[in-house]
Structures are given as structure tokens and as C-alpha cells.
């Protein structure tokens, strides 16, 4: 059956009306109508079910297992609301607005903010709220570099676009960290460490006092992006499996007892070591997904964690997971 004129008028105002927050004295100027033809258009557009209104109680955030997560691992926990049923969009969506809220909270003036780069952290930035907060400055933890030619520029700009984004909802100062996330020999990082411009950054992460990352994984689920954008070998990831690693904190691995000295590709990370990230004042880790649990107890168990933001499903399996 053909639409008619008037469906299509009632579907052109709804859209205006719903989708772009047009208001009915715009919509009825571009239409060359009243207002009250306007309100009667929207009114058939629900009558005819072009519009379809639900409504969602508000859920209350799962506090219960947040003071038992607290009391188990000394975080201060923040459990984003959601099931096991609700959408992987939804969920990530959730997590960004509450440690937004978490960060924005912490910006203090003349704070040095210490950020990681990653997918989480992409969703993260983009809910902060803008306000200007004097003389703060914010640092990448870790280098971004791609070795792969294919994902170079994916890399530098994903390091620098999280950096910056952060920077300009305080109207603070951003400084990238122009380097690679792993070098290809240990001795090309050390020569580059004593290079003034290289230290002039890492000044800035031992003067950090807010540290703000997500945890890697590559073991199950989707991998982090460290591992989906190819900046590993096959030989590298043979040999974290190797060396029972679970994941990693700013490109520096950890096995599940939170040990990481030993484990060989950390001599190459470009990422603050656990020791030197544990001085930082506040570290704030932000979860999303399940398959992170076992990355995520890895970096408890190193104290790397002082602030969690976490989705509710995997919070119930880090709190099953201590329980049992």
C-alpha cells in the first residue's frame, strides 16, 4: 500500500520533532504550517504508530555490590547497572557515563591527569563534561605507535585523539606521547628514555595524580585493541601465553598473581611499570565486559587499582570469582 501525503508529513514533523529537537514554531516555519497543524501531525504520528513512546523507570545502581567489592580488593567500586541480557552498546555506554562522572569528580586545579589509550577509554573521554579547571595538565601513559604499517596511523591518532578529547572538556593542557607501544629492541627504548624530550613526559607520570586506564585481555572474548590492531606478533603472543600472562595495564603485562618483572615484553612496553604507576595518588580503572575479569584480578592483586568503574555483569563475576 502507497504512504500518503499526509503519513509522510506526519513522519517528516515527528522526525524533526523527535530525532533532531526541533520546536514546533521551527518545524512549522520550514513546513509553511501552523504550530497547531504541527501538534496535530505529531498527535496522528503516535495515533498511527509512526512514533512509538516507552518509558523506563530509573535503575538504582547495584550498591550493595559495590561496598562488597570495596571491602574485598581496597577499591573505591562504582557498578554501572545492567544484565546479562542488555546490549554490548548499552553497557559500554553506561560504563563511560559513570567513570565520567568518577573522573570529573577528581579533576582538581593544578592536577597532572595520566591517561591510557584503548577502546574503553575512546567512550570514556567522549561523556566527560566540559569545564574549565585551572592549570591542569593531562599526560599519555603510554606510547601508541604502531610497528604494522597498516595500523601506524590508527595508532598514533587513537593515543592522541583520547589524550586531547580529555584535555579539551578542562580546558587543560595535552601532552602526547609520540612514541611506540612496543619497541622493537630494549635498547632503542633505553637510548630514546634519555632523550630530553622523552623525559620532559615521563616527568609528567611521576608527577601524576590521577592515573586513568582500562585492562587489556586477548585470552577470550573480543580482544582489546592493543591486540586487534596488530601492534603484537604471533611470537609475542605465544609468548605471553608462555609466561601465563592475562592481560595488561597501559601495555605492561600481568599474570594472575599480579606478578610482571620477569615477563619479557614489558622490557619493551612503552607503559608506566606497576611500581612506578602505584605512585600515582589515585588510579582509576574502568571495566567493561566480562571477559576483562581475569585481567582485572591480575591488576588488583599488582594494587595498581584505587578506583574501579565496572559494568554489573562482570562485577557479579568478580565478586563469585573472590567468593570463591
Known sequence: MRTSFREKAEYHAAQMYYAENRTMESIAGELGISRSTVSRLLAEARDQGIVRISLHPPIERPSALEHLISERHGVAAHVAASTPETEPSQRRDA????????LDALVRPDAVIGVAWGQTMT?????LPRRPVRNVEVVQLNGAVNSQPEGTSVGLGTGMSVVENFARAFDARAHVFAVPAFFDYEETKEALWRERSTLR??????????AVFGVGTFGQGAPS??????????????ALTAERAVGDVCTVYLRADGSWEDIGLNRRSSGPSPDALRGVPRRVCVVNGPQKVPALRAALAAGLVTDLVIDQVSADLLAG???G
Open 95 to 102: 560504563v563511560a557515563v559513570l567513570a565520567a562522572e568518577v
Open 201 to 210: 613526559v615521563l616527568d609528567l607520570h611521576h608527577r601524576a595524580t590521577v
Open 123 to 127: 567512550s570514556v573521554v567522549t561523556r
Open 225 to 238: 585493541q592493543v591486540y586487534a590492531g596488530g601492534y603484537l606478533s604471533r611470537e609475542d603472543i605465544d
Open 321 to 323: 570469582s573472590a567468593a
